[in-house]
């Protein structure tokens, strides 16, 4: 099979790569198309690649292209995680917002509607393009904000493109084993939308475990969640959400830490990573082991400013191993062997929320075969999530109308709407302040 990777030049791309050698299977893939608009970088992933399947027999094929249309003919599967406007274009996400005293974040709040401004007119033409060159292909976005492309996108391949998101598999993982249970013999309840979930649930041999961890406040704080939203808090929802409605949950707390930071998130991987594609383009440099530690510093810095807040300290060794690859894995074997699976998955609602229509894209276990990803029917939220989920869905629909507009108006909207959004006249000075450092939203008029 041929894998297309878009964004290919990424940092993340030797996760894929490295499940994918482990991959041994029929229907396996056997070649791995890499695609980015920068050379450079693809040069340096390239390297870094070529040292991970130096001793595996037999490893898939890479080549690499900074060819759109040349990359996805012919692709079985298209793993779509760009980021428009690069590491810069987040970090003046942020800085803008800050500025303004709301939250930059690249998928939550100011930040994440910024991004999915200048994402989703690019994502659309790849869906195009993909459903021109590739229409048998599936296409597994990562790219953020998730949830909201996932759906621009599915306004063109329809149920071919579903999101992939590692929060809520992390946060699973986390749950069944402070509850001393087997992750993969856990069933997770888990719904809302990208990076706005709860777990209400986690069921094991047909009972739900959730309660007893609820019950327990040694148990409750002892692990990320627990010490990053606190255990009276949990307790007072009665489930855990997702470790992004800590943005939510805590606004003033995040925003405060992230106007004293030294750097914001965006600046601190911008800064790392044109490190890391210095050191890896110098002559005898070993990429892989450069790419390995500028990978252990990435993850150990995950959302630090909500950790310091919280004073929930470092994060868990066991939580230093990513995983978001592992989902792709799983979804490629699910669809092209009918490996039939259960994942949490970015899919059009249809019927699974009844507050939604069909074609909102929300998260919620799946199950899959080669028929593609399926949602299973869930329990309704409660009102305080369903009112979150609402709003922040009502967001999604302005941007993905503005984008299609080219409506300055209809993006002001989207941004005075947003629940960490405090006021229509900052909501008109940030669409001005992100017009003027980002070429890519000119089309705003």
Known sequence: MKLTILGGGGFRVPLVYGALLGDRGEGRVTEVVLHDLDAGRL?????????????????????????LDEALRGADFVFSAIRVGGLAGRADDERVALAEGVLGQETVGAGGIAYGLRTV???VDIARRVARLAPDAWVINFTNPAGLVTEAM????????????????????RIARVLG??????????????????????????????????????????????????????RSLGAIPNEYLHYYYFNREAVRAYQQAEK????FLHDQQARFYDEVGAPGAKALDVWDRTRAEREATYMSENRETAGAGERDADDLS???????????????RDERTTLILNVRNRSTLSVLDNDAVIEVPCLVDANGAHPVTVAPLPDHATGLVCAVKAVEREVLAAA????????????????????????????????EVHPGLAYLR
């Open 154 to 173: 599915s306004r063109h391949l329809g149920d071919r493109v579903i999101g992939i998101c590692d929060s809520p598999v992390g946060l699973g993982r």
């Open 322 to 336: 990513g995983g978001y690859e592992k989902v792709a894995l799983a979804l490629m074997r699910a669809i092209a």
């Open 264 to 267: 914001t998130r965006g600046a």
């Open 121 to 123: 007119p690019v994502a």
């Open 181 to 234: 249970a087997n992750p993969r013999e856990a069933w997770i309840d888990y719904v809302g939308l990208n990076h706005l979930g709860w777990v209400r649930g986690l069921h094991i041999a047909g009972r739900d475990e959730l309660p007893r961890l609820l019950a327990d406040p040694e148990l409750l704080g002892s692990f990320e969640e627990g010490k990053l939203f606190g255990v009276d808090w949990l």
């Open 404 to 435: 299609e507009s080219g409506s300055r108006e209809t993006a002001v909207k989207a941004f005075a709407l947003h629940p960490l959004v405090d006021s229509v006249n900052v909501a008109r000075r940030l669409v001005e302040g992100y017009r």
């Open 43 to 67: 040069t340096a992933v390239t390297r870094v690649l070529a040292e991970q399947a130096a001793a595996v027999e037999d490893a898939p094929v890479v080549t690499a292209t900074t060819d």
